[in-house]
């Protein structure tokens, strides 16, 4: 009877019995069995709570959290499901692999900032707050206003907010600007109407094709990723001539649309796609920096560039050996080769300075300080670095003893010279080839209490893009299709699903990469 109950045995007859249930049940008779075939929804539901079991025993032996490096930073964001429940998730980010964890379901009420860190300390709490190395989310009012509940009840654990999130909203803001606006709207309302007419979508893949050996399509800006916007004027200016040979065939006129003057307009105007390229130009190297921090690997030591806000340049065409970050983004547009209007320039600049104050956490100057890439940067001379590293090394010390220790072993660590240790490539930049976690791990033993503090440091990530690129995985499953699914079983099958292939990457050594050096964002920049 045990074996007949068993799971094994039930999704057993029930593969035999998707060919034929009669078949199933005549067996069951032959064989003198007293046994029904089970329906569907019991094999699966059974099926899949050990498969969630086991899922999640897979993901402990991977993070190994008996290991004292072993820390998480926990990514969370929020979701509304297709039945309007507001859906929390919340995902692992360790060295090597991201892993979604759990979520949870406040209802059809929104959630406050209390609600939100009463749950995440539950969370912490079920993964352990030793494991813990920080909390991430982004950076709306109730997110923010949690982290007060989680500050109180674990100390040690870092609150930070989504270093992305706040990259798209400077793109936001920067294009909220007369002159970008009109240029953005034009540029929406031509993707629009191409992407959304059977017609005219159909003729820019055939004719892409043809003439670029890849069927491209015309690509439509989310209501929320403001910074996608960047991708849409890029491939509308790669399509242009194909659209304006789209415009002018007989197939278009014949349809007489009823906006198709417009559109014309747009098409045949030379300003309009001269400014647009400008315009693109200009916000490449934020674009660049959004998809530098939208690493699932912790990117936080390159978010500051560890040059005082009042440096000279010393170069007029060029970027400064020692920018990295929001930096390079205010120093690129400072340059303007792009060509934009100066009133234009002066209001991004303006906007970049109100982001940056807002998206800076003591955590980015500390991870500056002590990343080997910056080592060879002068950082007791900017006061802002020193003053967050002090308040971090005082916040991880047991001691004051322990937190001197830690600011002469920093002095010493500065201090070092040793080319083996710091390799440089032919501009004089350091290239490790290997993330600052790893290199604190191999060669910081000689500063004990600073190395301590240091991989604590570099277990914090600030992007909680991972989460949010989860609900990707929700949207398929939990779908306005598959609505009458429940929360928990719904939860148990994005888990198996995205564990599972998460650790098909990990074993097969496809998965993410595990460090980005100092030199990714000027080289994204300079790529066209």
Not at 9 to 31: E, K, N, P, R, W
Not at 427 to 432: A, E, M, N, P, V
Not at 507 to 515: A, M, Q
């Amino acid at each position: 009877t045990g074996f007949m109950d068993s799971p094994f045995t039930t999704a057993f007859f029930q593969v035999i019995g998707v060919l034929s249930y009669s078949f199933v049940d005549f067996m069951c008779v032959q064989a003198n069995f007293n046994y029904k075939p089970p329906c569907k929804a019991t094999v699966m539901n059974a099926l899949l709570d050990e498969l969630y079991v086991d899922a999640k025993k897979k993901v402990l032996d991977v993070l190994n959290f008996a290991d004292f490096d072993s820390l998480v930073t926990l990514s969370m964001d929020g979701w509304k499901a297709p039945t309007g429940q507001h859906i929390r998730n919340y995902m692992l980010v360790s060295d090597e692999i991201t892993f979604f964890w759990t979520a949870t379901n406040a209802g059809i009420v929104r959630p406050t900032g209390e609600n939100i860190g009463k749950e995440a300390c539950d969370v912490i709490k079920d993964i352990g707050e030793d494991n813990v190395a920080a909390v991430t989310n982004d950076n709306a009012q109730a997110e923010t206003t949690s982290w007060e509940y989680i500050r109180n009840e674990y100390p040690t654990i870092l609150c930070t907010g989504c270093t992305t999130h706040g990259g798209s909203l400077l793109f936001k803001d920067a294009c909220d600007f007369p002159w970008a606006k009109n240029l953005i709207d034009k540029a929406t309302t031509l993707a629009t109407f191409f992407k959304n007419h059977q017609y005219t979508a159909e003729e820019v893949r055939r004719r892409s094709m043809d003439a670029h050996n890849k069927p491209y399509c015309i690509i439509l800006p989310p209501a929320t990723r403001f910074a996608y916007m960047y991708y849409v004027m890029k491939r509308l200016i790669l399509l242009k001539s194909i659209l304006r040979e789209i415009a002018v065939s007989a197939g278009f006129e014949q349809r007489n649309f009823r906006d198709q003057d417009e559109i014309h307009a747009i098409l045949n105007s030379s300003n309009f796609w001269r400014d647009l390229e400008k315009l693109r130009l200009f916000l490449k190297p934020l674009k660049c920096f959004i998809k530098l921090m939208d690493h699932d690997c912790h990117c936080t030591h390159h978010e500051y560039n560890g040059k005082s806000r009042t440096r000279t340049r010393t170069h007029k065409n060029s970027l400064s050996l020692h920018t990295a970050g929001m930096w390079i983004v205010g120093d690129a547009w400072n340059e303007n080769t792009a060509g934009v209007p100066l009133n234009f320039k002066r209001h991004a600049l303006a906007k970049h300075r109100e982001r940056w104050e807002w998206m800076t956490f003591p955590i980015h100057h500390v991870a500056y300080a002590l990343s080997p890439h910056y080592h060879n940067e002068n950082c007791f001379a900017i006061q802002e670095v020193m003053k967050h590293v002090k308040e971090v090394f005082k916040h991880f010390s047991v001691s004051t003893g322990s937190y001197n220790r830690a600011l002469s072993q920093f002095a010493d660590y500065k201090n070092m010279r040793d080319p083996a240790l710091f390799p440089t490539d032919d501009k004089g930049k350091i290239k490790l080839g290997m993330s600052p976690k790893k290199w604190w791990q191999l060669h910081g033993a000689q500063f004990g209490t600073l190395q301590q503090i240091a991989l604590r440091v570099f277990s914090i990530g600030t992007s909680s893009s991972t989460s949010e690129r989860n609900f990707s995985t929700w949207s398929h499953i939990w779908s306005n299709r598959a609505n009458k699914l429940d929360f928990e079983r719904s939860k148990k099958m994005v888990f198996v699903s995205t564990i599972l292939h998460a650790l098909h990457k990990l074993r097969g050594g496809t998965g993410r990469r595990t460090s980005v050096e100092r030199t990714w964002l000027e080289e994204e920049i300079e790529e066209r």
